[in-house]
């Protein structure tokens, strides 16, 4: 888990800055609070993360609804429905994504990709070897004027078997 959430850590500066209010409250430090508790599986020694649980961002923007992803070559395809109340979204909030390598632990993301009113977005990983590599992958949505953020979703584990 720390491997984890040190390499989410510039992600964490956005998806968790809109909670990290408080005095001595630090974005990293509010997210690695609430994966502690959702985010862990299993007694020790035997615990493992529970991706279903992991929290990449947090706040009061609308999510994303029925999210589909694919995954093609080094991309991932995002899609969702025009669902959401407009006080909590606006059509011109942008997806952010993270996609996190299980084999080479280093997280991947987009702090600015396509809009909500889009309904749709792609995610090309960097130029590198992914063959026989495994990824974790969220969304969520961020408003570009006030850096409000949506409750970020878990879209799956993706395998890359080339």
Same mark, same amino acid.
């Given at each position: 888990?720390?491997?984890?959430?040190?390499?989410?850590?510039?992600?964490?500066?956005?998806?968790?800055?809109?909670?990290?209010?408080? +005095?001595?409250?630090? +974005?990293?430090?509010?997210?690695?609070?609430?994966?502690?508790?959702?985010?862990?599986?299993?007694?020790?020694?035997?615990?493992?993360?529970?991706?279903?649980?992991?929290?990449?961002?947090?706040?009061?923007?609308?999510? +994303?609804?029925?999210?589909?992803?694919?995954?093609?070559?080094?991309?991932?395809?995002?899609?969702?429905?025009?669902? %959401?109340?407009?006080?909590?979204?606006?059509?011109?909030?942008?997806?952010?994504?993270?996609?996190?390598?299980?084999?080479?632990?280093?997280?991947?993301?987009?702090?600015?990709?396509?809009?909500?009113?889009?309904?749709?977005?792609?995610?090309?990983? +960097?130029?590198?070897?992914?063959?026989?590599?495994?990824?974790?992958?969220?969304?969520?949505?961020?408003?570009?004027?006030?850096?409000?953020?949506?409750?970020?979703? %878990?879209?799956?584990?993706?395998?890359?078997?080339?």
């Amino acid at each position: 888990m720390s491997l984890f959430l040190r390499s989410a850590k510039e992600f964490f500066r956005t998806g968790f800055k809109e909670v990290a209010i408080a +005095p001595n409250k630090t +974005p990293y430090n509010m997210a690695v609070s609430a994966n502690l508790f959702t985010g862990v599986t299993g007694r020790h020694p035997n615990r493992k993360i529970n991706w279903d649980g992991i929290v990449v961002s947090d706040g009061n923007l609308a999510r +994303p609804a029925n999210v589909v992803t694919t995954m093609y070559k080094d991309e991932f395809h995002f899609s969702w429905a025009p669902d %959401y109340d407009p006080e909590l979204g606006s059509e011109n909030d942008r997806t952010i994504i993270l996609a996190y390598c299980n084999e080479t632990k280093l997280c991947h993301f987009s702090l600015s990709g396509g809009q909500r009113k889009d309904l749709k977005d792609t995610f090309k990983l +960097p130029l590198l070897n992914y063959d026989y590599k495994s990824f974790e992958v969220f969304i969520a949505f961020k408003d570009t004027l006030s850096n409000q953020v949506s409750r970020s979703i %878990y879209c799956g584990h993706y395998d890359f078997n080339n």
